[in-house]
């Protein structure tokens, strides 16, 4: 057991983005096909029109722009941050599947960590909480309780600081206003630090998406 540290990187994305954000506008305000308008798509156009779609608040077409993260050292608790934005899919690793029996990694906020004797007592709650989550873990199985069915109700002693392993998949549209509320310097620490990393890797992809975002 220790303390993880934050890891995001992006597994997968929409090949194109900004073209394909820029077509789809040009779509909406244009008599031609698709093909006519790829060949006339210059970098001067797909400032615009992408500038126009913001500026006017016209942002459907950056739903067809999709970004997969994987995402490893965050909080339990941040996930449950996180999950709340509803325009997304996502797949988190399992206290249910996955045993901590081995112990589990946890996140310790900088408040703690800056104090000794305040963090020493965090450390020892980690330790108590995986030390009675075995515990539990094993009474379970002594009265027939096998895999999941044990581990499903031992993980109730499990901390929100425990390490969560997640992948996210958001269009462009749902990350502008994700970063616009969770880049925010009222957002909480973690889930800050989480879509300021995001940020930063979609920004290299798609600078004309996100050059105003957060």
């Given at each position: 057991?220790?303390?993880?540290?934050?890891?995001?990187?992006?597994?997968?994305?929409?090949?194109?983005?900004?073209?394909?954000?820029?077509?789809?506008?040009?779509?909406?305000?244009?008599?031609?096909?698709?093909?006519?308008?790829?060949e006339k798509l210059s970098?001067?156009?797909?400032?615009?029109?992408?500038?126009?779609?913001?500026?006017?608040?016209?942002?459907?077409?950056?739903?067809?722009?999709?970004?997969?993260?994987?995402?490893?050292?965050?909080?339990?608790?941040?996930?449950?941050?996180?999950?709340?934005?509803?325009?997304?899919?996502?797949?988190?690793?399992?206290?249910?599947?996955?045993?901590?029996?081995?112990?589990?990694?946890?996140?310790?906020?900088?408040?703690?960590?800056?104090?000794?004797?305040?963090?020493?007592?965090?450390?020892?709650?980690?330790?108590?909480s995986h030390e009675y989550?075995?515990?539990?873990?094993?009474?379970?199985?002594?009265?027939?309780?096998?895999?999941?069915?044990?581990?499903?109700?031992?993980?109730?002693?499990?901390?929100?600081?425990?390490?969560?392993?997640?992948?996210?998949?958001?269009?462009?549209?749902?990350?502008?206003?994700?970063?616009?509320?969770?880049?925010?310097?009222?957002?909480?620490?973690?889930?800050?630090?989480?879509?300021?990393?995001?940020?930063?890797?979609?920004?290299?992809?798609?600078?004309?998406?996100?050059?105003?975002?957060?």
């Amino acid at each position: 057991m220790k303390e993880a540290s934050l890891k995001v990187s992006i597994l997968t994305h929409t090949p194109e983005p900004e073209n394909v954000v820029a077509l789809s506008a040009r779509l909406c305000y244009s008599p031609v096909g698709i093909e006519e308008l790829k060949e006339k798509l210059s970098d001067n156009d797909k400032d615009n029109l992408i500038n126009l779609l913001i500026n006017s608040g016209h942002l459907s077409p950056f739903e067809h722009a999709s970004f997969t993260f994987a995402v490893e050292g965050i909080s339990r608790a941040c996930s449950h941050q996180l999950v709340r934005h509803r325009i997304a899919s996502y797949s988190q690793q399992s206290q249910r599947y996955v045993s901590e029996e081995k112990g589990f990694d946890y996140i310790i906020p900088d408040t703690i960590k800056k104090d000794s004797e305040i963090q020493s007592l965090f450390i020892e709650a980690m330790k108590k909480s995986h030390e009675y989550y075995c515990k539990i873990l094993h009474a379970l199985e002594k009265q027939g309780l096998k895999g999941e069915l044990a581990r499903q109700d031992a993980r109730f002693v499990l901390p929100n600081a425990a390490e969560t392993k997640i992948v996210i998949t958001m269009n462009a549209r749902e990350l502008l206003h994700f970063f616009k509320v969770r880049c925010c310097n009222r957002a909480q620490w973690e889930i800050r630090e989480l879509a300021t990393e995001m940020l930063k890797l979609v920004k290299k992809i798609a600078p004309r998406l996100f050059k105003n975002a957060g």
